[in-house]
Each structure stands twice: as structure tokens, then as C-alpha cells.
């Protein structure tokens, strides 16, 4: 979507949903700042082969529909595989100590423009250039990471997409609450060599004492701890809290039968959970967030400088909810949870 030249603007994007805590995923942009301004195409796809590295965490199984989104909304931008546009991939499969070596790959390569996905990549990606552009599809605190100095001036080579916000931790708490009765405590599984999970902690713990719950940080760094991690919730706590980094995310379907076999009621933070058997995910539409990215790396590559791009942040997500799960926990959804779901699993 384009704008005329000048005109300022709030919101790019505004998809409807059925509302609630739940919808498509609306992106805020700060007023007055442009990003289809005549700088931004400066030069013609047509005219030029561009190099672009992604780099991954996860694993090419990990969210297939929203990276099929960005390579589709690139190509609609005027950047096609094979034609104008030059791809390296690299995935680091949950092992975030690869990170470095993956990124310094791509840089010693001499590409024109870095994505990355979630925090520890994006992390990489800083501490291994501060020349080539970055485009952050998905990451969670960018000023707290110490990605970005603002997200409406990120000031350096780096920008994107944030999947962030500050009430996120407290909405979490809210959904397990409504559905589990009489909740006393919270267990959040995570891996606390994550600088997403260090920074959002503080937010985590200040919004469980407004809402009277204890929570229990549950640690796992490696993939052979969930057994016992599962367990150790079990004993302490009536639901968890599952807080998705590389690790987690690289094995969806183990983390959510582990819960169940443990008959523990959890939520997880992206949607790949719920279809992997998770009880309930409420977090940013990573599709839409994705898509997003593609005009970013647009952008870049007719001119356009990251420092002068915002970062954009959601103000709505969504929230889905597996009816399966709930029947093998013998948990009955109520109907606030229902009439706030964008996606009911059946």
C-alpha cells in the first residue's frame, strides 16, 4: 500500500477482526513519518541484482506460512529468486551458538541486506556488522535488546518489526486465568539465556502481583531439561506460561505433548504452538508481520536508510484457542474466551 508523497500518516495496515484481545494484526506507525517517500525508489528492481541473506534460529519447518508470505510479497515488490534477487539462507536449527558463525557467513559474503528472525538473530546480526542494512521480521524488545535507540529513530543499520508490547506478559496471565478455575500460580517455562525472556521478566512479575498469582520460573536450556521442567510446573503450579525462544520454537510438538502429558494448561506465544496441539497462543500474526518485512527490505534496496525507518510495533493480536487440547485436560473453555477467539481449533 502506497501514499501520496507528504502525507503523513498513523496506521499502514488495519485488518478487522472480531475484537476483543483477539483480531488481525493492525500495525501502528508514527504520524508524519513516511516510508514510501520518493527517496525510497531510487533504484529499479529491474535494473539491479540485489543479494539478500535470511537468517534463521528455528528451522525451515518452523512458521512455513509466514516466510512463504515475505518471499511472496517480495516478489510482488518487484524482487524475484532467481532474476533480480540473489538468496542465501541459513538456519540454525535451536542452536542459538550458531548464530554468530551464521551471520559472519553472510557478512563475509557481502550481501545487501540481512534478515533475521527473533531476538538472538537479530542480536548476531548487530554484533557482526554495522554497515549492512538489517531487517528484523520478528523480535520481541528492540530498544530493550539494545537493537534500536527508538523505535521511531532506530539510529543505526537495523529496523523491522517488533512482535511486542507492553502488556503482553499481563494479557497472558489474564487469558489463564479466565480459563483456569481458582489460579493461584503460574509457571513459566523459558530458557533464561534469552534476552527476550531476561527483558520481559520484570513486566512478567509487576503484572502477576497486580493480579494476585505467583509465578515460577521453570528453566530449560537445553531440550533434554523439559521432561523434568514439565514436571517440576506440574508439582508447583496449576497452569505455564510458555515463553518461545529458538530453543522452544524448534520443537513445538514435543513442548505441547509434554504439557498435556503432565495435564498442565498452558499458553503459548505464537500460533505455531496451537497447531502443534498447544492449548491456547495469544501473540502478534507473524504472517502479517512477515509481510511487513518485504517492504521494509523494499525499501532498502531502492535506497531507503534503516536508521530512517520506524520500527513498527502491533496493537492488536490474536488469540486461538484448541478445543482438542481442552477436552484431553478436561478443561471446558468459558464463553468469554470463546467470544474473544479469533480462531477456534476443533
Do not use: C
Not at 488481525?24 to 508514527?30: G, I, K, R, V, Y
Not at 502488556?167 to 483456569?180: C, P, R, S
Not at 527483558?199 to 530449560?220: D, H, M, P
Request: zero cysteines; glycine letters at 8%.
Amino acid at each position: 500500500m502506497s501514499v501520496p508523497n507528504g502525507a503523513p500518516f498513523v496506521s499502514l495496515l488495519h485488518a478487522r477482526g472480531r475484537g476483543g484481545v483477539g483480531a488481525a494484526l493492525s500495525l501502528a506507525l508514527f504520524a508524519g513519518v513516511i516510508l514510501d517517500g520518493p527517496r525510497a525508489y531510487a533504484a529499479d528492481p529491474a535494473q539491479k541484482v540485489a543479494r539478500l541473506a535470511y537468517v534463521d534460529p528455528y528451522s525451515p519447518s518452523s512458521t512455513p506460512a509466514a516466510t512463504s508470505a515475505f518471499w511472496a510479497r517480495l516478489q510482488e515488490l518487484g524482487w524475484v529468486r532467481g532474476q533480480n534477487l540473489i538468496v542465501e539462507t541459513r538456519w540454525a536449527e535451536g542452536r542459538i551458538d550458531r548464530l554468530p558463525a551464521l551471520m559472519a557467513e553472510v557478512v563475509a559474503n557481502k550481501v545487501d541486506v540481512i534478515v533475521t528472525r527473533g531476538t538472538p538473530a537479530t542480536i548476531a546480526a548487530k554484533n557482526a556488522t554495522s554497515t549492512i542494512p538489517v531487517v528484523f521480521a520478528s523480535m520481541g524488545d528492540p530498544v530493550g535488546s539494545g537493537v534500536a535507540t527508538s523505535l521511531a529513530k532506530p539510529g543505526g543499520n537495523l529496523t523491522g518489526l517488533s512482535s511486542e508490547s507492553s502488556d503482553l506478559g499481563g494479557k497472558w496471565l489474564e487469558i489463564l486465568q479466565e480459563a483456569v478455575p481458582r489460579l493461584s500460580a503460574v509457571a513459566v517455562v523459558s530458557n533464561p539465556d534469552s534476552a527476550y525472556v531476561r527483558n520481559i521478566r520484570k513486566r512478567l512479575e509487576s503484572a502477576a502481583k497486580t493480579r494476585g498469582l505467583k509465578l515460577l520460573f521453570v528453566e530449560v536450556r537445553e531440550l533434554g531439561a523439559l521432561p523434568a521442567a514439565f514436571q517440576q510446573a506440574r508439582r508447583q503450579a496449576q497452569a505455564a506460561l510458555v515463553l518461545a525462544d529458538p530453543l522452544m520454537f524448534s520443537q513445538p510438538e514435543k513442548v505441547t505433548k509434554l504439557a498435556a502429558r503432565n495435564g498442565l494448561p498452558a499458553v503459548y506465544t505464537f500460533r505455531a504452538f496451537a497447531d502443534s496441539g498447544g492449548l491456547m497462543t495469544y501473540g502478534a500474526d507473524t504472517t502479517t508481520l512477515f509481510q511487513r518485512a518485504a517492504h521494509y527490505v523494499d525499501k532498502i534496496l531502492r535506497g531507503a536508510k534503516p536508521a530512517e525507518l520506524p520500527i513498527e510495533q502491533p496493537t492488536q493480536f490474536k488469540l486461538i484457542v484448541n478445543l482438542k487440547a481442552a477436552k484431553a485436560l478436561g478443561l471446558t473453555f468459558p464463553e468469554s474466551i470463546l467470544l474473544r477467539a479469533d480462531e477456534v481449533i476443533r
